[in-house]
């Protein structure tokens, strides 16, 4: 379950100065990582692009740096509801015009909403980059929003709503979040609540677009055959008169630091299941944290692979589970260590026993030389094995400048994970696991049966 979220430098203030608006800076260009470059377009819009030569196709990402924990409760779901509603046409398209303009060149595309973004994607052959930046920039630019859309998508929420609660795996993480951080941005939803979904009216949402979809924060990424400057005249011409102005970036997005401890101790949705869906955690540094890569081999070294100390002790040696592993997660000045597990109801004692032991004893005494030089290598080649395609690439770019506000070479974070030794992984480790944990539970539990977790 490993994930590598350590793209930027998090130099914050002692990062170099932007360049001024038009001009274009080359970020990388070098065997790890394609030619990268960024330009700044009047208005505060951004342009990023990965030329990747060996490759046919493209992908286009616009970014808006708006996700649900930009929403106060009344207004909770707004950002993913719209993200939605955005397909359902525009002034000049309908949604089957959309869809049949996309089809027509076998592209695909997409969008997802997260904690602190929302992202509007298309794959596409590369000579059909310039219908993928029409067709995305018209979305965002242009949506109607109308009543009767929101009404019929609104059904399509809840429903997707529903498909998240009845997947318990899926439950117990939006479940953790809410027993973590209590009733904060960070601990709903994305999806939002029934009630919430239902309260929305087009006024709500309408004006969530209005406010929220300004060109400050508005990123452009483009990975795969493409050139630079094509890239912008196509984004250029497709956004028009929204670039005049001397407006600047939106700045980087900051957070509340991580709380000292979590908002419950235990969280529950009961539940008729066959197996006990567990998921034991504890706050931890947010992303621009230089701890952060350190954390993410200790993440890796836990339960991140195979052979990872929890995969080995609780599946590999006692056969009690099918899955169990570890998360880092990383948000502004925030972010969680989770351990995920699902198992019967009569082994859930035991799988958190083992859980705790082990939490225990790497926070006492660390890991070994040969488990971080294993860790590493498991980071890095993940990290380089995950940018094989163009959809990574443009999506690394997009993190990068809204998440972190620079781009960092590919070869640098392979330097900063390879400069991580047992000393600083020890550190982190010592500081995270004896922090007060929550767990969240998905299955045939009373309030009651808690007591005995």
């Not at 914050?12 to 960024?38: F, I, K, Q, Y």
């Not at 990965?50 to 409760?73: C, F, K, Q, Y």
């Not at 920039?137 to 009767?148: F, G, Q, R």
């Not at 309408?206 to 094509?230: C, F, K, L, N």
Request: proline share 5%; aromatic share 4%; hydrophobic share 40%.
């Amino acid at each position: 379950m490993t994930t590598v979220d350590v793209i930027g430098t998090g130099a914050g203030a002692d990062a170099p100065a932007p360049a001024p608006a038009g001009e274009t800076v080359l970020l990388d260009l070098d065997e790890v990582g394609g030619r990268v470059e960024r330009t700044e377009l009047p208005g505060g819009l951004r342009v990023l692009t990965e030329t990747m030569p060996g490759v046919l196709s493209a992908t286009l990402g616009i970014w808006v740096g708006v996700g649900s924990r930009d929403e106060s409760p009344d207004l909770s779901g707004s950002s993913h509801f719209l993200e939605h509603l955005l397909f359902k046409g525009t002034t000049t398209r309908s949604a089957l015009d959309i869809a049949t303009a996309m089809d027509a060149v076998g592209g695909e595309m997409n969008a997802f909403t997260a904690k602190e973004h929302t992202c509007y994607y298309a794959n596409v052959l590369a000579s059909d980059l310039p219908l993928a930046v029409t067709l995305l920039s018209d979305l965002v630019t242009e949506a109607c929003n109308t009543a009767a859309d929101l009404e019929s998508e609104r059904t399509v929420v809840l429903e997707e709503i529903a498909m998240r609660d009845d997947e318990p795996s899926d439950a117990v993480h939006d479940l953790f979040a809410g027993t973590l951080y209590g009733d904060t941005p960070l601990g709903r939803s994305v999806l939002g609540s029934v009630d919430s979904i239902e309260r929305l009216s087009r006024d709500d949402v309408d004006g969530w677009y209005r406010s929220r979809y300004a060109m400050p924060s508005i990123v452009v990424t483009a990975a795969g055959r493409v050139e630079h400057q094509q890239v912008l005249d196509l984004v250029t011409a497709a956004f028009g008169d929204r670039l005049n102005g001397d407006a600047r970036p939106a700045p980087l997005r900051t957070g509340d630091p991580a709380p000292p401890g979590p908002a419950r101790p235990v969280g529950l949705i009961s539940r008729r299941t066959e197996q006990t869906h567990v998921l034991l955690g504890v706050p931890a540094m947010g992303r621009l944290d230089d701890r952060r890569y350190a954390a993410a081999v200790l993440d890796a070294a836990v339960g991140g692979g195979m052979s990872s100390r929890l995969f080995q002790e609780i599946r590999e040696k006692r056969g009690l589970v099918y899955t169990v592993g570890s998360a880092l997660t990383h948000y502004a000045g925030a972010g969680t260590f989770s351990v995920y597990a699902g198992c019967s109801k009569k082994r859930v004692p035991e799988v958190l026993r083992l859980i705790r032991a082990e939490l225990d004893r790497v926070a006492a005494e660390g890991i070994s030389v040969i488990e971080v030089a294993r860790s590493r290598g498991q980071l890095k080649g993940g990290l380089v094995l995950g940018l094989e395609d163009t959809g990574s690439r443009m999506s690394r770019l997009g993190k990068s400048e809204l998440s972190y506000g620079e781009y960092l070479p590919v070869r640098e974070v392979l330097s900063r994970i390879e400069s991580v030794d047992e000393e600083q992984v020890r550190a982190v480790a010592a500081d995270l696991f004896t922090r007060k944990t929550c767990l969240a539970v998905v299955g045939p539990y009373r309030e009651s049966d808690l007591d005995h977790l």
